[in-house]
């Protein structure tokens, strides 16, 4: 995990009464966020809170939005997307180096796939890959770049359990090395915990909770403090853990109606309309 960058740390995005609408909805309404040099931010939020359209807009994929405010990030940034998204006629080399115009760029690019694990693999086909292998792939292209800002949209959520767990540490070693500032959108609480220094829940397209994750690594996965941090932001997502009917609804409902996105029975949370099955 990246360390905590101190107050005195540059601000790398910077976001001021940020306004996005779609067919006259507002999606991002009035959001303020700031992210500093080498911080790890975790985004959290129920379906429809602006997740997407929040990453969007930092990696100015969002020209035809209608909105306005004030939103600085830097002219490097790199996205994690949900799935690999390797061009399968490539090899793994050419994925990683592809778009980038440097004279040291095959070297950067053997570089990048050995601090995932590839190294050897510079010529396989993404078909010859597993899930969690494809991944590491997609993370070796993001950071072969040296991003600034590195975006995430759920990069693990397609991987089983066993996997995620090795990506999580990977993803922690790759960012304390390479020091980019880290915007991660997840629906799992345990692992915002598991890897940021803020936790940011969205909420109708406004910041309803920034938490600061101050648990030494042997608490991050358990412990009473653990337990505290992830109650408050599951009950910021509508979920109740003490069994209580949340917001006076029946006891077969949460907050986004009969059996919602965020159920603590499965410790995980996760949004069944931006992940694939």
């Given at each position: 995990m990246a360390s905590h960058p101190g107050r005195l740390s540059p601000a790398v995005v910077r976001i001021e009464d940020l306004v996005r609408s779609f067919d006259g909805r507002r999606v991002l309404d009035g959001l303020r966020l700031t992210i500093h040099d080498g911080e790890f931010v975790a985004l959290l939020g129920r379906s429809g809170s602006g997740k997407s359209t929040l990453l969007r807009a930092l990696a100015r994929l969002d020209h035809d939005v209608r909105g306005d405010g004030l939103l600085t990030a830097p002219d490097n940034v790199s996205v994690v997307f949900q799935d690999a998204r390797l061009l399968p006629w490539k090899r793994?080399?050419?994925?990683?180096?592809?778009?980038?115009?440097?004279?040291?760029?095959?070297?950067?690019?053997?570089?990048?796939?050995?601090?995932?694990?590839?190294?050897?693999?510079?010529?396989?086909?993404?078909?010859?890959?597993?899930?969690?292998?494809?991944?590491?792939?997609?993370?070796?292209?993001?950071?072969?770049?040296?991003?600034?800002?590195?975006?995430?949209?759920?990069?693990?959520?397609a991987l089983d359990a066993l996997t995620r767990i090795r990506m999580h540490a990977l993803l922690r070693t790759l960012c304390a090395r390479h020091r980019p500032a880290v915007l991660l959108v997840t629906h799992d609480v345990d692992e915002a915990i598991a890897l940021a220094d803020r936790v940011v829940v969205l909420e109708e397209g406004r910041i309803a909770a920034d938490l600061t994750v101050d648990l030494p690594g042997a608490h991050r996965t358990g412990g009473p403090d653990h337990a505290r941090l992830r109650a408050r932001l599951l009950a910021h997502l509508g979920v109740d853990l003490t069994g209580h009917e949340p917001d006076g609804g029946s006891g077969d409902e949460t907050a986004d109606g009969p059996r919602g996105e965020y159920e603590p029975a499965h410790e995980r949370v996760r949004d069944t309309e931006e992940i694939p099955a």
């Open positions: 793994l080399l050419e994925n990683v180096v592809l778009g980038l115009d440097t004279p040291d760029a095959q070297e950067r690019g053997r570089a990048a796939l050995a601090e995932v694990g590839l190294a050897g693999r510079e010529r396989a086909w993404p078909v010859e890959l597993s899930g969690g292998e494809q991944q590491r792939v997609s993370l070796a292209r993001s950071l072969v770049r040296e991003p600034r800002l590195l975006l995430a949209d759920e990069p693990f959520g």
